[in-house]
């Protein structure tokens, strides 16, 4: 499968997150956010560990890379963003927490830009703006 149909897998898997997080983690006997991020992220190593297996990818020989650094700063990243972002969920509604969220694609295309020297092109721009204005208008009150 080539990147663009693992985006359309990703996109479809990761628009549930949202909304099964809610129902497990808002109201009475909710489940702590915590909890739920801990288990959640259980069954991701569990299903990467799997993948790795299939495909024989080794992990021990990469662990030396210099590049690893990047890997643990990642996950590091990955950690906050998830936990913050369970607890939104727990707290606030669905319909606003994930737009808010889903605002990370501007900061990183911002990143890319700014870390990694990519491109700014008027599209780009354009397709920017627009999803600012468009996560104003879903989570606003």
Request: net charge neutral.
């Amino acid at each position: 499968m080539n990147y663009i149909a693992w985006s359309v897998v990703a996109l479809a898997a990761y628009s549930f997150v949202a909304p099964l997080m809610r129902l497990a983690t808002a109201g009475e006997g909710a489940i702590p956010s915590t909890v739920a991020a801990f288990v959640a992220n259980s069954v991701l190593v569990v299903a990467t560990l799997a993948v790795i297996g299939f495909t024989g990818d080794g992990v021990v020989e990469h662990l030396a890379d210099p590049r690893m650094r990047y890997v643990l700063g990642a996950g590091a990243c990955l950690a906050v963003g998830i936990l913050a972002y369970y607890r939104a969920l727990a707290v606030g509604r669905v319909s606003i927490v994930a737009p808010i969220f889903a605002m990370f694609f501007v900061a990183s295309s911002a990143v890319g830009v700014v870390l990694l020297d990519e491109p700014v092109t008027a599209r780009k721009l354009l397709g920017v703006g627009f999803a600012m204005v468009a996560v104003v208008l879903v989570a606003g009150e």
